[in-house]
């Protein structure tokens, strides 16, 4: 008998015990130790591998209760012979498929296919992408963020053996009631929305939602009205459905509301963080959407899937909440970080919608995992959630100020990010001339990933200088070196087009000049997320600086010339370095070159507030 | 602050520390405790409950870590005022839809439904089937078949923080590796099948596949043939799609092969055990089948859900197994038992097959969810599923007889439920007048279920005296009383028409003509389950018998005759009592009436095989 295929690794993990039981199962299982072979005595073995006695038994009680084994009285252990009860019992000497020669008609299967097949839209990042340094890839997760502990007991209370009891008693049509009744009562209302069971539907992620909500409501008759740049899976199920597409622009406060609604049936929309943009929609433009809805009779499909990352300001309410007609139906999910592994999302509706949707999802897939259900109805009824909620507000929130901060160090009068509030990536656009795809390659060789935006588009070009940056799968600390990598290379990029000390326009500020104009100057930048800056240099060599914008900042600092070239040193702000600057005039507006000659900052010089004095 | 509303349970199984917890956490959630309220120091609140003062620390220092409360220095313990991060401020006064007047137009949102929504079909057992005493339902289990310990070890597995880490980067089109690994090397072997990775593809249950697959491959320009009775949610999704359904007829050995097939693209077939009549495809026909398909080019979907419960001789391969053209698109899932909680099954088929239904299935649902892949991908890995199987198989085994056996005796001479060698349910057609709706109901009325059939017909009628009783959801120490209770119930609802021995055709024997007939005689009658069975009286009082059939019995026991009945008593058919029956010949047939002179067998008597001897 072939114990010796039993290796022992001193190294492992596993016990011992476990590790001679799967040893002996995976021989026993390939074949190694057919049915009916005598397997050594307990004492045999025991002294073979090297192990006590004792757990040689062990493992052979355990597999004598499994049914792997049987003792016969007088002669020993033996493999069952029922191991292969069930099975095949040869296997057929050539079903190999790819050696055999197949017959014309059906080598290509493809004139087969009769379904609309999902074009493959350019993925968004390759599949290694933890292997990279900088992934600022949003929708992908480090392992950090994991609530490991938590689910794992959320997981482990599902699957007690009185709850399999219970919820594998569950029929197809039916959700988890424990499940639903915990989404009423801790997720719902954090967007204020009210719902009673009857109300709810779980799905296998939001694309299931959405790919449900399609089915239900969309044919050729139907005009629906989808945000452009958008969300390509949504946009792809509507045209397969046949639907006539209305692509309706966005401005800063969201959904563009126009007469091009008027005859939308339907309304597709992402008022928490516009995908792919991450803009807000206001409080305003939600109650317009609402009154355009009711007077045109159109449906809304609200896709809120990432309402944990209001990070500036009080987040808006639902417009399921707001909605006074029933006219909202309402899609969300968990939580994108626990989505990947456990899938479950839940669509707010009407009863009679709700009703009509579980038909076709029984039809489809019967019903969502039941075990993944009341896993995730522990997961919340333990407070888990919420604290995690909170958890994930916290880290992603310093993660979002440290890649604002750092495109705003490195890549001031670069970029722009808009003056966003929340979520889980910047649309950030870069110089005129930047190729954002041929950036995208080039940051990619070094390390850094950035999603490329063409997908978003459908009836108009795409921005060739636009990318996104997502903060979801890099932890902060990697942030700022990442960025600033990745501004070196968009520097090396675009250099050719930059304006340079040597070919700038104005006159460079020397001497008394250059220290008369700075002495008790007030002036104004923007930030590359949309804010003015008011910067005060008082005369007696310190700084005073205050942003705009919801999250107003203030900073103190202290400023000098030395050589012609003006120091400055902010406490906070530019992580505390000291950063020097050639100053150049063009009428009203200074401008800041950098050592290497690079145009940095353009500013306005406001009023001294008592010019003069220091002359 | 309200820690009176803390109120501890001393019967409950959590431990003190939980409870107190989670009335903590309710109590922040749901506002008792608002933001900054103040909480009783440890020494307070555990003198209060009346708890030692560590538990409270511990309590306190879990949900400081949590991030539910704080610690201010000096002034105590306080709920965090980020407890509402994220959360919307207040919810809108009226967001009751229920109270509100909706308008006209929406009021009735049915007008919107475009989607195809499946019919409802009647459903097979009540919600509460767990409470009937009796129920003989198909595809529902009990809990004692639920592998609790060895499932939760595989989950827990999967959900290890470095299992997180590597299988939360897995991309939308792709199935966990270990998954399709395990798969291909442990359950495709056991049908004959060979694969490799990239002709597998997950899916959410078996409803799922075949979702995709008509997806794929069927709109209104196709042919396809279905069984008639068949599986009727494959119809529906077909119906749906636009097919053209042939509806074709089986015998006992399964689909019948005929030129009504030449004209189909598609053949849905389940050859394992035929939905619902249990019926095994034997060899010749699978043979036949595929030379059909080659013959007339057409695709054969292969759904083998059912491999498991293959009871009697070994089980055939796989359609997949046996094609050499690449013909068969093969569904399958873990096993029923597992599958409501973690809906997991799969389709194996050519490559480019797989990758058009992943392009399909992404945007319906992206993927399976990735725990549960990985989940099942450990619970194969460890052995758990082959000794799973093994248990399964022989706990069916033995409740498959023990049904086979009770309707034997119980209602002999008056169903019939074919020769079918495995499965988990019985086709059952009862006597010609029995109405098998009423039964049904009279039946559920007693606390016995058994399965309506209608569903099952699209094309012709349904028999009106079929019914089905399946064995997966009651334990095999039931079975026998509740089919004793049906039986009766059988009887009583045929009464009328049944054959008394007051109106019998032929002559009751007595005396020496009951002794001259049954000394020596050798007797064949019909089990209902379609074999025969000898059965010898020999002359010293003992007597033998032997069925027919794959799984060929013997035994013996003794008769006597007293008072004109004829008694006997098996050693172990009959579960060993003694019975007793009035004898009437009728031509060479030979009629048993129990003692309440009710017809129950008729038997054919052979020649003696020494006639006269003893006379």
Request: charged content about 20%.
């Amino acid at each position: 008998m072939a114990t010796n295929l039993i290796h022992i690794d001193p190294d492992s993990t596993e016990s011992l015990q476990s590790q001679i039981r799967n040893k002996l199962v995976e021989g026993i299982l390939v074949g190694s130790f057919p049915p009916n072979t005598k397997l050594p005595s307990s004492r045999k073995l025991a002294k073979q591998l090297n192990v006590s006695r004792n757990t040689i038994v062990l493992v052979y009680q355990a597999l004598m209760d499994e049914g792997y084994i049987i003792t016969k009285q007088r002669s020993g252990i033996f493999v069952s012979e029922h191991i292969n009860t069930g099975r095949v019992k040869n296997l057929p000497s050539s079903s190999n498929h790819s050696l055999i020669t197949p017959d014309k008609t059906t080598n290509n299967i493809q004139y087969r296919f009769k379904g609309a097949i999902a074009k493959t839209y350019e993925v968004a990042c390759p599949y290694n992408w933890r292997r990279y340094a900088y992934p600022f890839i949003d929708g992908k997760f480090d392992a950090s963020l994991y609530p490991i502990k938590e689910w794992r007991e959320a997981n482990n209370r599902a699957n007690a053996s009185g709850e399999i009891y219970q919820w594998s008693g569950l029929q197809g049509l039916q959700d988890d009631p424990m499940l639903l009744d915990e989404i009423r009562s801790k997720i719902l209302p954090r967007r204020g929305i009210q719902a009673s069971q009857d109300e709810i539907l779980i799905t296998v992620g939001t694309q299931q939602a959405l790919h449900l909500i399609t089915q239900l409501f969309v044919d050729s008759s139907v005009n629906v009205a989808v945000e452009e740049p958008g969300y390509p899976e949504m946009r792809e199920l509507l045209l397969q459905q046949g639907a006539n597409l209305v692509y309706q622009p966005l401005d800063d406060q969201g959904l563009v509301i126009n007469n091009k609604l008027d005859d939308c049936d339907i309304i597709y929309t992402t008022p928490s963080h516009q995908t792919p943009t991450s803009i807000t929609m206001s409080m305003a433009r939600r109650d317009q959407l609402l009154q355009q809805a009711k007077q045109h009779n159109s449906l809304i499909i609200e896709d809120d899937f990432e309402f944990e990352s209001n990070f500036l300001g009080q987040p808006h309410p639902a417009l399921r909440s707001l909605d006074k007609n029933n006219r909202v139906v309402y899609v969300s999910c968990l939580s994108k970080v626990l989505a990947a592994g456990v899938q479950i999302a839940f669509i707010v509706a009407d009863k009679q919608v709700i009703q009509a949707l579980k038909k076709i999802r029984k039809m489809i897939m019967r019903h969502p995992p039941i075990m993944n259900q009341r896993a995730v109805a522990y997961f919340l009824s333990l407070g888990y959630y919420d604290s995690f909620m909170m958890q994930l507000h916290k880290v992603f929130f310093e993660r979002w100020l440290e890649l604002r901060e750092a495109l705003n160090i490195y890549l001031p009068n670069c970029i722009d990010t808009g003056p966003i509030q929340g979520g889980t990536a910047y649309w950030i656009t870069g110089p005129s001339r930047l190729d954002g795809e041929y950036l995208r390659e080039k940051a990619a060789e070094q390390g850094i990933l950035i999603e490329p935006i063409k997908r978003y588009f459908a009836s108009s070009e795409h921005p060739a200088n636009c990318f996104r940056m997502g903060i979801t799968s890099l932890p902060s600390d990697k942030i700022r070196a990442g960025v600033k990598k990745l501004a070196d290379l968009i520097h090396q990029l675009t250099a050719e087009f930059e304006e340079k000390l040597s070919n700038a326009k104005g006159s460079l500020l020397t001497g008394d000049a250059l220290t008369n104009m700075l002495t008790g100057a007030v002036l104004e930048c923007q930030m590359v997320y949309g804010v003015e800056c008011i910067i005060e240099l008082l005369n007696n060599g310190t700084m005073r600086g205050r942003t705009g914008g919801k999250d107003s900042e203030i900073d103190s600092g202290r400023w000098w010339i030395e050589n012609d070239i003006y120091y400055r040193q902010w406490n906070l702000w530019g992580y505390g370095e000291v950063k020097g600057f050639y100053i150049i005039m063009d009428g009203q507006q200074m401008k800041w070159f950098d050592l290497n000659y690079c145009l940095v900052r353009q500013l306005k010089c406001l009023e001294k507030p008592s010019h003069g004095k220091n002359s």
